[in-house]
Each structure stands twice: as structure tokens, then as C-alpha cells.
């Protein structure tokens, strides 16, 4: 396992809101938004973009889809017009990668939505990171609260995952995300900085990880953070990474957003400097939706 970042400051190290001139952004209220404050940042400033590399989006499809319905979903995805400069991942259920694989035509990567801890064996239902190298398979979701909350997976368990996949060259979508009665409870800060210590311990090589911060309560549910909620959650994980990992990888790690994402509210969430693309679950079923939220980088741009 991968050993644990030796960057701990005694101090706190300046915050990346020093780097950034503060504003208050004011954006009109969205149907369906849960505002509930969440803790002690405020909204930042619009900019590009705050995580260096391109604009990413995921599709997480989930325990969803059958081989016709998919073979339609790949089809449309292969004939949509999608934006250049962004990094599209889809992440079938296991069973149908090596069809999504074969089908698509484009530049989009697939992604698993689970892998083993270690090496394959006798592991009745698990797929190893040795398996997923061997059928051209490049990222893997992991600590998704449904993993998390459902299947009871911890941040430990998690964290070892991340490290052994990592470790045989497979990518990560690393999720993050607090509870309902967390945010209400004023913890959001307090569960996320945990979730994200148990990745650090693991990870010594952060080139290839992306994070996701998904707010449990917003996942499935039609509610989502709003832009200011989501920028402030971002920023602080951002920091997080430059107090506890280094200012380098804070400045290169993407940080993207998931939770009832869709092509209405995409373009606003993008606008946020810290809010570096999205992890899309329902809405990634449908392929001009999906297509829209790929596409509302254009958003980021224009805010620049």
C-alpha cells in the first residue's frame, strides 16, 4: 500500500482563497435546491478553472440498463456533438463494458464502478484491477455513498481499494459526500475532510485521482447544492488538500460535483471556479442530456 503523505504542516498553510479575490456571487434561487447552510466559507469568484487539466464528466449508469437499451444509449452518445476539451467517462455495470467498449466510437473512456481491494482469488462476486487492466478498462469509481451507506463499505476499506487500484494504473473517481442530518447538523467539513484523510493515507500519487464531492442528500433525490453550496465545499476540500497533501496537488486535482445534476442546472454549477466538471447519475441515461452537461464547459468559459 501506497505510503502516507509526509506534508502535515505544524501550521495551517494559506488558504487558496488568499490567491483569489473574494465576492459574494449572487444567483437566483432554483426550483427544488435545498439551501442549508452548510458551514464557514463563502461563495468565491467566478474563474475558469481552479483544478488544472481539462473539464471532466462521469457517467455512473449505475445497476441500470439491458443490452438493447444500451446499444441505443451508446449509439446516440456516438452521435452527439460533444465539446473537445473535456474528459468523458462512462461507467456501465460490469456485465456490459466489454459492449459499451466495443461500441463507442468517440473519446470517451469507461470506468468501473467497483473494484476488488487486492489482487483476484477466491473473491465470489469481486472483479480485481488486474481484470479491468486486462479488457482496456481506465478508471474506477470508488467510495460512492451507495457503496458507502448500502454496502457498508468504510473509509479505510475504501481508502486500501483506492491504492491497489491506483497501483495497477487504473484511474479513480475518488466520491465524497456528507448525509443529510451531517449538513444539518453543521459536520459537512468534519465527514468530507475524513472521507478525504482515508484516500490521503493511501494515495502517494495523486496524478490520476479526481475527486467527487457528492452531498448524499442530493443523490437520486432532485434536490441539488446550490452553485454557492457546492463552490463552498469545493474551495474547502481544496484547501484540505493543500494543508494536508501539498499546494501541488491542490492545484491540479479536479474536483468535480454529483447529485440530481442535469442538463437544467449544469451550466450555473459549472460557472463555479472550484466546481471542475460533474459526476452524473440518472440524467447520464439519456444522451442529449448527458451531452448537455459535457457541453456546459462553454458555461465555464464564458464566466472566465
Same mark, same amino acid.
Given at each position: 500500500?501506497?505510503?502516507?503523505?509526509?506534508?502535515?504542516?505544524?501550521?495551517?498553510?494559506?488558504?487558496?482563497?488568499?490567491? @483569489?479575490?473574494?465576492?459574494?456571487?449572487?444567483?437566483?434561487?432554483?426550483?427544488?435546491? !435545498?439551501?442549508?447552510?452548510?458551514?464557514?466559507?463563502?461563495?468565491?469568484?467566478?474563474?475558469?478553472?481552479?483544478?488544472?487539466? &481539462?473539464?471532466?464528466?462521469?457517467?455512473?449508469?449505475?445497476?441500470?440498463?439491458?443490452?438493447?437499451?444500451?446499444?441505443?444509449?451508446?449509439?446516440? !452518445?456516438?452521435?452527439?456533438?460533444?465539446?473537445?476539451?473535456?474528459?468523458?467517462?462512462?461507467?456501465?455495470?460490469?456485465?456490459?463494458?466489454?459492449?459499451?467498449?466495443?461500441?463507442?466510437?468517440?473519446?470517451?473512456?469507461?470506468?468501473?464502478?467497483?473494484?476488488?481491494?487486492?489482487?483476484?482469488?477466491?473473491?465470489?462476486?469481486?472483479?480485481?484491477?488486474?481484470?479491468?487492466?486486462?479488457?482496456?478498462?481506465?478508471?474506477?469509481?470508488?467510495?460512492?455513498?451507495?457503496? @458507502?451507506?448500502?454496502?457498508?463499505?468504510?473509509?479505510?476499506?475504501?481508502? &486500501?481499494?483506492?491504492?491497489?487500484?491506483?497501483?495497477?494504473?487504473?484511474?479513480?473517481?475518488?466520491?465524497?459526500?456528507? !448525509?443529510?442530518?451531517?449538513?444539518?447538523?453543521?459536520?459537512?467539513?468534519?465527514?468530507? %475532510? &475524513?472521507?478525504?484523510?482515508?484516500?490521503?493515507?493511501?494515495?502517494?500519487?495523486?496524478?490520476?485521482?479526481?475527486?467527487?464531492?457528492?452531498?448524499?442528500?442530493?443523490?437520486?433525490?432532485?434536490?441539488?447544492?446550490?452553485?454557492?453550496?457546492?463552490?463552498?465545499?469545493?474551495?474547502?476540500?481544496?484547501?484540505?488538500?493543500? #494543508?494536508?497533501?501539498?499546494?501541488?496537488?491542490?492545484?491540479? #486535482? @479536479?474536483?468535480?460535483?454529483?447529485?440530481?445534476?442535469?442538463?437544467?442546472?449544469?451550466?450555473?454549477?459549472?460557472?463555479?471556479?472550484?466546481?471542475?466538471?460533474?459526476?452524473?447519475?440518472?440524467?447520464? !441515461?439519456?444522451?442529449?442530456? %448527458?451531452? #448537455?452537461?459535457?457541453?456546459?464547459?462553454?458555461?465555464?468559459?464564458?464566466?472566465?
Amino acid at each position: 500500500m501506497a505510503a502516507a503523505p509526509s506534508s502535515l504542516a505544524s501550521s495551517h498553510l494559506s488558504r487558496l482563497a488568499d490567491l @483569489r479575490r473574494a465576492a459574494a456571487v449572487a444567483t437566483p434561487a432554483v426550483p427544488q435546491q !435545498l439551501r442549508i447552510g452548510c458551514s464557514r466559507r463563502r461563495a468565491q469568484r467566478v474563474v475558469a478553472m481552479a483544478g488544472s487539466g &481539462k473539464f471532466f464528466v462521469g457517467g455512473n449508469w449505475k445497476c441500470n440498463g439491458t443490452k438493447d437499451s444500451i446499444s441505443k444509449l451508446v449509439s446516440e !452518445l456516438n452521435s452527439a456533438t460533444l465539446e473537445t476539451n473535456v474528459d468523458v467517462v462512462v461507467a456501465p455495470p460490469f456485465i456490459y463494458i466489454d459492449q459499451v467498449k466495443n461500441s463507442l466510437t468517440g473519446p470517451i473512456e469507461v470506468s468501473a464502478q467497483n473494484v476488488w481491494v487486492g489482487k483476484g482469488g477466491a473473491y465470489t462476486g469481486e472483479i480485481s484491477a488486474e481484470q479491468l487492466v486486462d479488457i482496456g478498462v481506465q478508471w474506477v469509481i470508488l467510495g460512492h455513498s451507495e457503496r @458507502r451507506h448500502i454496502i457498508g463499505e468504510d473509509d479505510e476499506f475504501i481508502g &486500501k481499494k483506492a491504492a491497489y487500484a491506483l497501483s495497477q494504473n487504473v484511474k479513480l473517481i475518488a466520491c465524497i459526500g456528507e !448525509l443529510l442530518e451531517e449538513r444539518e447538523a453543521g459536520k459537512t467539513f468534519d465527514v468530507c %475532510f &475524513k472521507q478525504m484523510k482515508a484516500f490521503a493515507d493511501s494515495i502517494s500519487n495523486w496524478a490520476d485521482v479526481v475527486i467527487a464531492y457528492e452531498p448524499v442528500w442530493a443523490i437520486g433525490t432532485g434536490k441539488v447544492a446550490t452553485p454557492e453550496q457546492a463552490q463552498e465545499v469545493h474551495a474547502a476540500v481544496r484547501d484540505w488538500l493543500k #494543508t494536508n497533501v501539498s499546494p501541488e496537488v491542490a492545484a491540479s #486535482t @479536479r474536483i468535480i460535483y454529483g447529485g440530481s445534476v442535469n442538463a437544467a442546472n449544469c451550466a450555473e454549477l459549472a460557472k463555479k471556479e472550484d466546481i471542475d466538471g460533474f459526476l452524473v447519475g440518472g440524467a447520464s !441515461l439519456k444522451a442529449q442530456d %448527458f451531452a #448537455t452537461i459535457v457541453n456546459s464547459v462553454t458555461a465555464k468559459k464564458v464566466a472566465a
